[in-house]
């Protein structure tokens, strides 16, 4: 078997050797996350970015098999911010020197959908003069309207693969003609035609998933060249179809630990790429998204959404953050930033490297 460190050393992994850095235990995992904080700081540096997350809409024509907001689960009350709760976020963001918000929702494309995220687009522009970034995180849409969100000012995306085996794909989606892996491949493809940084990203230790599986996501990602990635545990949700397989899951601190071994395996697959601490980390372990900060991430997602809401946005159990803005005091987030190691981007955009030494 190779020695470690060769592997670390290397620029190119084969899927053997990415397979060999998810099973590392004791001082070889210690060692790669080691090599993984060094790639990172030399590369993209010791930043991280805010991007101010606002869950605008639960409403979701999707009945993803493993989500607490899929069409059928109607325990669920619905909601819709109003253009003032959305813009207030937003004004929150930009004063308190977050570089970005980042808009979700679920998946609609009727055009009173399209039309409203564009108006919002064009105020979230216009208070801010600019200033702020923002990314969507609205699904699957025609090339058209990714096009007109993005000449009214989206810059990013976010459009998780959530698993890039077309079979465990087929397995936690319903086959009704609406969940298709090559129409999200597809999709991935149409954004960067457009002109967005293009993230992607996985839901790690979901029922039936092996590591090889994980290893091809990893070759996936730098495959369609990804400018961010956002991936995270998977966490069970009563009232979804999937949760009847809880009995196969890892328990939960070795899904933490798995998703951290891929944030520092992914790390140093694509070294110049910003990677999200998800939200789902911290649903495990209350300091899991610093920890993924010490290991390769450089992205935090506050959550701004406003609280009434938030109940009805869990999409697993144990969603952190339902009934306290406390991790939104800038001193309390600057103290776990610095404990990580890190320092944060005020008002900067915080731009992928990638997406800049891709086009070059
Ligand atoms: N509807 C859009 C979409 O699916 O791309 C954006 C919102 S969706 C709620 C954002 C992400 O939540 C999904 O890409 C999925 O990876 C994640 N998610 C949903 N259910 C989850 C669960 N049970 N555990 C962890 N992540 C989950
Ligand atoms: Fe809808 Fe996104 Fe949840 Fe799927 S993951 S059900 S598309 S909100």
Same mark, same amino acid.
């Given at each position: 078997?190779?020695?470690?460190?060769?592997?670390?050393? *290397?620029?190119?992994?084969?899927?053997?050797?990415?397979?060999?850095?998810?099973?590392?235990?004791?001082?070889?995992?210690?060692?790669?996350?080691?090599?993984?904080?060094?790639?990172?700081?030399?590369?993209?540096?010791?930043?991280?970015?805010?991007?101010?997350?606002?869950?605008?809409?639960?409403?979701?024509?999707?009945?993803?098999?493993?989500?607490?907001?899929?069409?059928?689960?109607?325990?669920?009350?619905?909601?819709?911010?109003?253009?003032?709760?959305?813009? =207030?976020?937003?004004?929150?963001?930009?004063?308190?020197?977050?570089?970005?918000?980042?808009? *979700?929702?679920?998946?609609?494309?009727?055009?009173?959908?399209?039309?409203?995220?564009?108006?919002?687009?064009?105020?979230?522009?216009?208070?801010?003069?600019?200033?702020? =970034?923002?990314?969507?995180?609205?699904?699957?849409?025609?090339?058209?309207?990714?096009?007109?969100?993005?000449?009214?000012?989206?810059?990013?995306?976010?459009?998780?693969?959530?698993?890039?085996?077309?079979?465990?794909?087929?397995?936690? &989606?319903?086959?009704?003609?609406? &969940?298709?892996?090559?129409?999200?491949?597809?999709?991935?493809?149409?954004?960067?035609?457009?002109?967005?940084?293009?993230?992607?990203?996985?839901?790690?230790?979901?029922?039936? *998933?092996?590591?090889?599986?994980?290893?091809?996501?990893?070759?996936?990602?730098?495959?369609?060249?990804?400018?961010?990635?956002?991936?995270?545990?998977?966490?069970?949700?009563?009232?979804?179809?999937?949760?009847?397989?809880? &009995?196969?899951?890892? !328990?939960?601190?070795?899904?933490?630990?798995?998703?951290?071994?891929?944030?520092?395996?992914?790390?140093?697959?694509? !070294?110049?790429?910003?990677?999200?601490?998800?939200?789902?980390? *911290?649903?495990?372990?209350?300091?899991?998204?610093?920890?993924?900060?010490?290991?390769?991430?450089?992205?935090?997602?506050?959550?701004?959404?406003?609280?009434?809401?938030?109940?009805?946005?869990?999409?697993?159990?144990?969603?952190?953050?339902?009934?306290?803005?406390?991790?939104?005091?800038?001193?309390?987030?600057?103290?776990?930033?610095?404990?990580?190691?890190?320092?944060?981007?005020?008002?900067?955009?915080?731009?992928?490297? &990638?997406?800049?030494?891709?086009?070059?």
């Amino acid at each position: 078997m190779k020695q470690l460190e060769n592997i670390l050393g *290397q620029t190119v992994f084969s899927e053997d050797d990415l397979c060999r850095l998810l099973r590392t235990e004791g001082e070889e995992r210690k060692l790669l996350f080691q090599f993984a904080a060094s790639k990172k700081t030399e590369t993209v540096g010791r930043k991280v970015y805010f991007r101010g997350l606002i869950e605008f809409s639960n409403r979701c024509a999707k009945d993803c098999l493993y989500c607490g907001i899929r069409r059928s689960n109607n325990r669920v009350g619905r909601y819709e911010l109003a253009d003032d709760e959305i813009l =207030g976020a937003c004004c929150f963001a930009w004063e308190n020197g977050f570089g970005s918000v980042v808009l *979700q929702s679920g998946e609609l494309s009727s055009p009173a959908f399209v039309d409203r995220v564009d108006r919002l687009l064009r105020s979230i522009k216009k208070l801010s003069k600019g200033g702020l =970034g923002i990314t969507l995180s609205c699904g699957e849409q025609s090339p058209d309207t990714y096009r007109r969100w993005f000449e009214s000012g989206a810059h990013r995306y976010l459009l998780r693969i959530e698993t890039s085996d077309p079979e465990l794909y087929s397995m936690i &989606h319903p086959d009704d003609g609406r &969940h298709c892996i090559e129409r999200r491949m597809r999709a991935l493809q149409d954004l960067k035609e457009c002109g967005y940084q293009v993230g992607s990203g996985v839901m790690i230790g979901l029922p039936f *998933q092996s590591i090889r599986q994980l290893a091809g996501d990893l070759l996936f990602l730098k495959k369609i060249d990804v400018d961010m990635v956002g991936m995270g545990p998977y966490i069970e949700h009563k009232n979804t179809p999937l949760s009847r397989y809880r &009995h196969l899951l890892l !328990p939960k601190p070795e899904r933490l630990d798995l998703s951290l071994k891929m944030i520092a395996t992914l790390r140093l697959v694509m !070294p110049d790429i910003n990677i999200a601490a998800a939200t789902a980390l *911290q649903a495990i372990d209350p300091a899991g998204r610093e920890k993924a900060l010490t290991v390769g991430a450089n992205v935090i997602m506050p959550n701004l959404t406003p609280l009434a809401y938030r109940k009805d946005y869990q999409l697993y159990e144990d969603k952190p953050c339902l009934d306290e803005d406390a991790g939104l005091c800038r001193s309390c987030l600057e103290a776990r930033v610095d404990l990580a190691g890190s320092e944060i981007g005020y008002g900067e955009w915080g731009d992928p490297l &990638h997406f800049f030494n891709r086009r070059s």
